[in-house]
């Protein structure tokens, strides 16, 4: 019962207790309290009852940006409990997503506080790395909270704003950040659960790396959503269809099969995590996208090593089912996919029993939600920025909440649970190009274009420039070496 007791008991990876210890004021788990009790442990840590019966000490960190919420403690003190935990280390900042009881969904909050990270790292000159995980041993993120969506109700098309789009206006923002923020490595660890707005976190990220129990999707079909967070993006990259196969089936992904289709970069085994971020979090000098990647790669391993055993026994369903991926989800439209998928099925071929998967997920999918998303990629196949995309998917979120087949997803899904959702009929080609119709100029999305970001014109205004980001951060290590007042304060910025 003690807030500040040295020794409590893990339930996860890195964070399973950092949820409950983030309660506590002035207190959490640094990387290397990590990394001391594994060497006091069972350094591989493999199994998840071995990770749960491991010991670790806590050291002093950094609630940030904000503190959310204040509840009464034990004692009558005061308990401080956020959505977001923030290490601030000289070179990098460590990002934790903190809601484990909810697979750590994604709300407006943290959001909010995940973008005010990166700019914050931005306008540091000294921060060259931002890592994203997520707390607990079951997720990375499972996505956005539908469920705060769907308690705003349906908003028509000629109705004041659906106050839904706030939440799309600051995940689009922060996908957008991700990708484009100049001199800043983002790091994204995938483990667990990793689907929708998880996806976006992750894959506009410099460095994705995947563990053993990764399990990638998007699966917003099934709610009455289209897959978005930018993933007309980075799914068109995908050859052959598989962007498409995996928008509109919602697949699961394991950790090779995303090797395999570039969703990852890296692979890294559970008991490497907490090396390799000690490793990251020592680096104070010298940050660059090259560093960083030299970094992980000394902890990662080749995904289709022979010697692996728990990668040897992975399933490699793309691979073996490309030919009949391709076949079918080359079509540009949903009845041809569903008819070919049909025709393979009763083929009785090699692909039958894929085919046998594939169509009950279509068949579980919106007719709506298929139609929009296929149309998505489809126009987005030519655009060449992210921009592009993101503006696209937030004109059709916002015709989508004005839609019923999200309200009934969700309702049947995550609700009332009873799997029997009610989608309205299949739409026609006119009913689908209106979810495309451009937004009033108010309502468009708003993607930041921070002055510093861009080039500037004048040699000499860059270099003036340069020379003042240069004292600032001369000036703040020296005073940290002095460990004057001054230091002292300017440390907690």
């Given at each position: ?20 210890w ?27 009852e071995?990770?749960?019966s ?94 705060s ?24 923002v ?32 410099d460095?994705r790396l ?6 990638w ?36 992904l ?43 790669g ?38 041809e ?30 007719p ?84 510093e970001?861009q ?5 000499l205004q ?32």
């Amino acid at each position: 019962q003690n807030p500040h007791c040295e020794v409590m008991q893990a339930r996860g990876l890195l964070a399973g207790s950092w949820a409950t210890w983030g309660r506590v004021p002035g207190a959490c788990v640094s990387v290397r309290g990590v990394a001391a009790g594994l060497r006091n442990g069972d350094s591989a840590w493999l199994g998840r009852e071995r990770r749960r019966s491991m010991v670790y000490r806590q050291y002093p960190f950094e609630v940030s940006p904000k503190e959310r919420t204040t509840n009464e403690g034990p004692r009558g003190t005061k308990q401080i409990t956020s959505n977001v935990f923030v290490t601030n280390n000289v070179g990098s900042k460590f990002i934790m997503l903190n809601r484990p009881e909810v697979n750590n969904a994604l709300n407006l909050e943290m959001l909010e506080d995940i973008t005010d990270v990166y700019f914050k790292a931005y306008h540091e000159q000294w921060t060259r790395c931002v890592v994203l995980f997520g707390a607990g041993d079951k997720a990375f993120c499972s996505g956005g909270d539908v469920r705060s969506l769907y308690e705003a109700g349906i908003h028509p098309m000629d109705g004041p704003p659906a106050p839904q789009m706030e939440f799309f206006q600051d995940e689009y923002v922060l996908n957008q950040v991700i990708k484009t923020v100049p001199d800043v490595t983002t790091v994204a660890l995938m483990h667990g659960y990793t689907m929708g707005g998880g996806c976006g976190l992750s894959q506009h990220a410099d460095l994705r790396l995947v563990t053993e129990d990764v399990e990638w999707a998007m699966p917003e079909c099934t709610l009455g959503l289209v897959p978005d967070v930018g993933s007309t993006f980075f799914l068109n990259e995908l050859p052959d269809g598989v962007g498409r196969y995996l928008a509109l089936t919602g697949t699961r992904l394991n950790a090779k099969e995303m090797m395999l289709c570039k969703l990852a970069t890296h692979y890294i085994a559970w008991g490497q995590v907490p090396w390799m971020l000690e490793r990251i979090e020592s680096i104070e000098e010298h940050i660059s996208e090259r560093t960083i990647a030299t970094t992980v790669g000394l902890y990662s391993e080749n995904a289709f090593h022979s010697e692996n055993p728990v990668l040897v026994a992975m399933e490699d369903r793309l691979t073996i089912h490309h030919e009949a991926i391709k076949q079918c989800f080359l079509h540009n439209t949903v009845a041809e996919i569903r008819a070919e998928v049909i025709a393979i099925k009763d083929g009785g071929g090699e692909h039958a029993e894929w085919a046998a998967r594939t169509l009950p997920q279509l068949n579980a999918a919106s007719p709506t939600s298929l139609a929009v998303a296929l149309e998505c990629l489809r126009r987005s196949e030519s655009f060449q920025s992210l921009d592009l995309c993101l503006n696209m998917e937030f004109g059709v979120m916002r015709h989508l909440m004005a839609h019923p087949d999200f309200f009934e997803g969700v309702r049947a899904h995550i609700i009332d649970k009873d799997k029997t959702p009610n989608w309205a009929p299949e739409p026609s080609a006119a009913q689908v190009a209106a979810f495309f119709e451009e937004l009033p100029e108010e309502q468009r999305l708003r993607l930041p274009y921070l002055e510093e970001w861009q080039p500037l014109d004048d040699d000499l205004q860059v270099k003036r420039v340069a020379a003042a980001k240069r004292k600032k951060a001369e000036d703040k290590i020296e005073a940290l070496k002095l460990g004057s007042r001054d230091g002292r304060r300017m440390s907690k910025r």
